[in-house]
């Protein structure tokens, strides 16, 4: 048996994944914007699936007011970059996906350039202006993408790509209807967000290998307080 026989064997066993899916995996290009809560959660978990590339977008740095949620961070790393510090443990974790640290401030103007020949792109921002952001590139150059939110004990998932309901279809970029409030002003348990990257980063196994449904057209909501969830179709 050859290494990755050995280390993917319990996705290869996956009737809907296998070895065919895993091979489009090693073959896919992914963007991860955000390496806090959601995106350093979501990103070590497609690490560890094996994408082929994974390009990692975060321009902040490590706060121990960060360490909570985010579980791949140390104290020793505070002020130390996010996306930089992220790559280096995903590397660690499997040196077969290529992972690249983007550290500037995604844009409406960059971001058309940026988001060039990625597969699949993870919106895992803490605030609403950036989701937007994405949507609107993602609508632009015709990516298919997942968004997600986390607030208090609650999160959301969406799905988006050409020819389905985008973000901004649903939520109001003037702040009336704009999804949940960054966990700066809101504040946020980690389990929540957990949730979120972990749904996050099944939507994109599922798009890229063609397992299962995805959230087209739906918006997933939960909260861990009531234990309650809804799936809406939008």
């Known amino acids: 048996m050859n ?12 009737p809907e994944i296998g070895l065919k899916g895993l091979e489009l995996l090693q073959k896919s290009k992914v963007l991860v914007i955000g390496a806090g809560a959601l995106g350093s959660t979501c990103a070590m978990y497609l690490a560890g699936a094996g994408i082929g590339e994974l390009t990692v977008a975060d321009f902040d740095t490590i706060d121990i007011s960060n360490l909570p949620r985010q579980l791949f961070y140390e104290t020793n790393q505070c002020g130390g970059l996010k996306a930089e510090t992220l790559v280096k443990r995903m590397q660690a974790l499997n040196n077969g ?97 957990g949730v979120v990257a972990c749904i996050q980063a099944s939507e994109t196994i599922k798009h890229l290998t063609g397992a299962g449904a995805i959230l087209f057209n739906k918006l997933f909501s939960i909260d861990l307080l009531s234990m309650s969830s809804s799936l809406i179709s939008v």
């Open 97 to 193: 996906c290529k992972s690249i640290a983007l550290t500037e401030m995604i844009t409406s103007r960059n971001g058309m350039e940026l988001f060039k020949g990625f597969d699949f792109v993870v919106d895992a921002t803490d605030n609403p202006a950036s989701k937007f952001n994405t949507d609107k590139i993602c609508k632009i150059l015709g990516s298919y993408y997942c968004i997600g939110g986390v607030a208090g004990f609650r999160g959301q998932v969406m799905s988006g790509g050409p020819g389905y309901i985008a973000y901004s279809d649903i939520f109001s970029p003037d702040g009336v209807c704009s999804g949940v409030a960054p966990c700066s002003v809101s504040g946020v348990i980690g389990p929540a967000a």
């Open 3 to 14: 290494e990755d026989s050995i280390r993917y064997a319990r996705m290869i066993s996956l």
